[in-house]
């Protein structure tokens, strides 16, 4: 019982609760009911009643009740909105994040988000203000008239059409736009359309601005979000930001409440936080912001991925088993990197130095990404399994710094590289790679081969061919049947990259499941063609199968091949 004047509690078996721990925590609430008696037995109070109780919600582990009647009571009144599987923590190295607070199993539903801004990035396609889609140009009445978009009656800005222009997510802003008089000289241009306007800049950060006057504790919300203004403002990006985005907000949409600061602070937390929502099947290709997703703290290896639902929605899956108290993580870069190229793309786009498991080991969990041969042991490598092994490959002294020396594995070498040595050799491998015909499987084949006696089967550039080589191969496949023997090298390569993403992107995480999915249709592919598979072939097809529905039945996207959730863009 507890008692307010003497500020004792007897658990069930009754022994007291010390003093000092009431008056150092106050009264146990819904946020704080575990406490522990002298016996080391833990017990909590009823969140509806106070009563001391035992059983707790199976759902989120986090309130306790005295009996089923309560318990039914508290979700009807209240919990089915609060019941989750997680909670918001803080520290000094990940800031807020999300720890579970119960086992979450392979495949189970994290969350569901729902996006407090949705947009055009900052320079963007012409895009649909009202629902998103890439602009479509309407049908010229004459030969020789200019394309043109459908502008919105009242703002002038583009739209898809008529019924877009009252769509709830373009209504706050359009009255703002069409006050101010200002047309955007958004046209279609035919020879290039993939041109992007920067006209675009101003739109998610009005839309956020807005939700002061239409969602106030939205708006206070996010001003609570991460932004590291102080290490964008240096770059070239947020000077365009200061001389064009603030003088429109303050002086054209007139909007002077508003100071620079607050503007730019606003912009960074887009930056920061948003995620690219794309949806192929429908055309769009956005920024979104979510309040859990900006919540989410970043690993290389996650434990979740997400995709979005038909309204936009972020989902959160977990893709392995997530055990209680673990961090929820997500990754904002692709696996296919070694860990000097992730840190710097994280270190550029959200502005920290990731420091998980893989970015901390030198052979980036037993793969060596980032490494190469080593020059003075080639011979060595002669001996050695394609892809495995590690007595002369060449990895960081220090991956955590950005400045490391490169130095050969085996001990007897003293063979050794210098950092800028080495980011001389990634450019110049980067920019091979993205200059080879993306249309021919056979160049990147060459590509292989030319560097075989240099690059491991495991290296970035290597895995980023393999990769680009399941992808050409499958886009064959869906154009014309395939022959065997493509058929055959995709099964090569799925099965090497397999290997590699289990120990970089474990259980169902987008990556493995792509590759899951042509490894099926490959072997399906050969059997459709009169090839006698294996037992064993036959195994591995049954387990790719049996998986991927099991992963369906968690991510719609998987149906028929589309795998539309993953907001990073792997190789290509």
């Not at 949409?253 to 949806?279: F, K």
């Not at 673990?326 to 786009?349: H, M, N």
């Not at 080495?422 to 920019?431: G, I, M, N, P, V």
């Not at 592919?525 to 369906?552: F, N, Y």
Request: some cysteine.
């Amino acid at each position: 019982t507890v008692t307010d004047d003497t500020l004792t509690w007897a658990c069930e078996c009754a022994s007291p609760l010390p003093v000092d721990h009431i008056r150092a925590r106050g009264r146990p609430n819904c946020c704080d009911q575990s406490v522990q008696h002298p016996g080391d037995v833990m017990t909590s109070l009823c969140g509806v009643c106070r009563a001391p109780a035992t059983q707790r919600c199976s759902g989120c582990q986090q309130v306790a009740y005295c009996g089923r009647d309560h318990q039914r009571q508290d979700w009807r009144a209240q919990h089915r909105h609060q019941c989750r599987r997680f909670k918001v923590v803080r520290s000094d190295r990940l800031g807020r994040h999300l720890v579970a607070t119960r086992s979450i199993r392979q495949g189970e539903i994290v969350y569901r988000d729902t996006p407090y801004a949705v947009g055009p990035k900052i320079a963007n396609v012409p895009v649909c203000l009202g629902c998103n889609r890439n602009l479509v140009p309407l049908l010229a009445k004459a030969a020789l008239q200019a394309q043109r978009f459908y502008e919105c009656s009242r703002c002038g800005w583009p739209l898809c059409g008529v019924e877009c222009e009252d769509v709830e997510q373009h209504r706050a802003e359009c009255g703002v736009l069409a006050g101010t008089g200002y047309r955007p000289n958004i046209r279609p241009h035919p020879a290039d359309p993939e041109r992007r306007e920067s006209a675009y800049c101003v739109i998610v950060p009005l839309r956020v601005l807005l939700l002061e006057r239409t969602a106030p504790e939205r708006y206070a919300e996010v001003q609570g979000f991460e932004s590291h203004l102080e290490q964008r403002l240096a770059s070239p990006l947020y000077g365009v930001l200061r001389s064009n985005l603030v003088p429109f907000v303050r002086t054209v949409l007139g909007l002077r409440q508003y100071s620079e600061d607050t503007l730019l602070q606003v912009s960074a937390i887009l930056d920061t936080n948003c995620y690219e929502l794309r949806q192929p099947e429908r055309h769009v290709k956005v920024r979104a912001l979510y309040p859990l997703g900006a919540m989410l703290s970043h690993d290389c290896r996650p434990n979740t991925k997400h995709y979005f639902d038909d309204r936009l929605g972020m989902v959160l899956v977990a893709t392995v088993d997530i055990p209680e108290g673990a961090v929820i993580s997500v990754s904002y870069t692709q696996p296919l990197l070694g860990t000097l190229q992730r840190r710097l793309a994280l270190r550029q786009a959200k502005c920290f130095d990731c420091a998980c498991d893989r970015c901390t080991d030198p052979t980036e969990l037993g793969t060596h990404v980032g490494g190469f041969r080593c020059p003075s042991c080639r011979q060595l490598h002669h001996h050695q399994s394609k892809g495995t092994g590690s007595a002369s490959w060449v990895v960081p002294c220090d991956p955590a710094s950005y400045r490391s020396p490169w130095r050969c594995q085996n001990r007897k070498c003293s063979y050794q590289e210098r950092p800028e040595e080495y980011a001389t050799r990634c450019e110049r491998l980067q920019a091979e790679l993205l200059a080879l015909d993306r249309t021919e499987p056979a160049v990147y084949e060459a590509f292989l081969v030319r560097h075989e006696p240099t690059l491991h089967g495991w290296n970035a550039y290597v895995l980023q061919a393999k990769y680009a080589l399941t992808q050409l191969l499958a886009g064959r496949r869906e154009q014309a049947p395939s022959d065997t023997a493509n058929e055959r090298r995709m099964v090569e390569l799925c099965r090497d990259l397999l290997v590699v993403a289990e120990r970089l992107e474990p259980g169902y995480g987008h990556f493995r499941t792509k590759l899951l999915l042509e490894l099926a249709k490959a072997l399906d592919g050969l059997r459709a063609r009169g090839v006698v598979l294996s037992e064993q072939e036959q195994q591995e097809c049954r387990s790719a199968r049996d998986e991927l529905e099991r992963i369906v039945k968690t991510d719609p996207t998987v149906k028929a091949g589309r795998i539309t959730g993953d907001s990073r863009p792997l190789p290509s």
